[in-house]
């Protein structure tokens, strides 16, 4: 099966600037993660869908931070505007339902200069 | 809050050595565990995971990890390291309520293979 797909696998900004990550889960996958792994931690979770709508979203910056998944598919994650401490490896995950294994992509790095 | 520690920033074995790598969880119930390894540049791959029953648990790659609740611990083991082994490694517990599958990861430990 194909595994998780994002783009772009990096992208380098100006703070200020906004930025887009795309995410294209495995094919009927409901539910939909987004994660941020600065250098040295982690991944953390910023949001979770199930289907089309949010469950959540407790760690989002919402001040800058915004993620979609229309139609319950591909997903967007979108910063704006960007501050250096946003750069970091964003990683997309996706699971057949919320309590099955996530399968993840290879992420998104993106540097705020 | 529930949380796991990864008490080794870096560990380096030589090939055909055996690792253990340390991960200690904080959580009131019966956990679900899991061990990641991510590759550089790649995303993170799933080694095992233990919700419960046997608490010595096979997984890929020949990892294996025992569940010891006495000591808070779900530590990773090899018997024997591949070169091919180098990567980080994460120790992560399903955290949060009805929204499921919520994992929190520790920090990490980054395994260096000496040939």
């Known amino acids: 099966e194909a595994g998780v797909a994002q783009s772009p696998r990096y992208k380098i900004i100006e703070k200020r600037q906004s930025v887009a990550f795309w995410c294209n889960p495995i094919s009927g996958h409901a539910t939909l993660y987004w994660y941020q792994q600065i250098l040295g931690q982690g991944p953390k979770l910023l949001i979770q869908f199930q289907n089309n709508g949010v469950v959540d979203d407790s760690q989002l910056p919402k001040d800058r931070f915004s993620a979609e998944r229309l139609k319950g598919v591909d997903s967007t994650l979108k910063i704006q505007p960007a501050k250096l401490e946003d750069s970091a490896v964003y990683l997309c995950?996706?699971?057949?339902?919320?309590?099955?294994?996530?399968?993840f992509g290879n992420g998104t790095r993106l540097t705020v200069t | 809050a529930q949380s796991v520690t990864q008490p080794d920033i870096h560990i380096t074995v030589s090939e055909g050595a055996s690792l253990e790598l340390r991960c200690n969880y904080s959580y009131g119930a019966t956990p679900y565990l899991f061990w990641y390894v991510q590759s550089p540049g790649q995303g993170l791959q799933l080694l095992l995971k233990y919700f419960s029953g046997d608490t010595l648990v096979q997984g890929i790659k020949g990892f294996e990890a025992e569940f010891k609740r006495s000591q808070s611990s779900f530590n990773l083991r090899k018997p024997s390291v591949h070169w091919s082994d180098a990567a980080e490694y994460f120790c992560?517990?399903?955290?949060?309520?009805?929204?499921?599958?919520?994992?929190?990861f520790g920090t990490g430990t980054q395994l260096k293979v000496e040939l």
């Open positions: 992560a517990v399903v955290t949060g309520g009805g929204g499921g599958n919520k994992l929190t």
């Open positions: 995950a996706s699971s057949l339902d919320p309590n099955s294994p996530l399968h």
